[in-house]
């Protein structure tokens, strides 16, 4: 099993900044890529940025220019830099994992998710 304890959401007015932080600890073996979603009450679960093992990067047209996901290999940490943050930024925002274990066999793993609402 592979853990993951995120951290950093919180209260933000308009235009402020949050940083994410989603730690994953256990039976890692072979990450393939750390992921952020995100989920508004009434809505469906979505995905914010992913980045892989070789650092490529995606995310959703609604935070680019303002949300910067990195990742510390060597700590097997994923972040989230929100900026210019908006009032439909609210949500749980939850830390996703993907990775092979020593079989070969894929597995995807959540975090908890740590709440982020931003004020108008």
């Known amino acids: 099993q592979v853990q993951l304890v995120e951290s950093g959401g919180g209260l933000v007015q308009t235009g402020g900044s949050l940083r994410l932080s989603c730690v994953a600890s256990g039976r890692i073996f072979s990450i393939l890529a750390m992921a952020w979603y995100r989920q508004a009450p009434g809505k469906q679960r979505e995905l914010v940025a992913l980045?892989?093992?070789?650092?490529?990067?995606n995310s959703a047209d609604s935070v680019k220019g303002r949300f910067t996901i990195s990742r510390d290999n060597a700590k097997n940490t994923v972040y989230l830099q929100m900026d210019s943050l908006k009032p439909e930024d609210t949500a749980v925002y939850y830390c996703n994992v993907r990775q092979r274990d020593v079989t070969g066999a894929y597995q995807v793993y959540w975090g908890q998710g740590t709440q982020v609402t931003v004020s108008s």
């Open positions: 980045i892989s093992n070789d650092g490529s990067t």
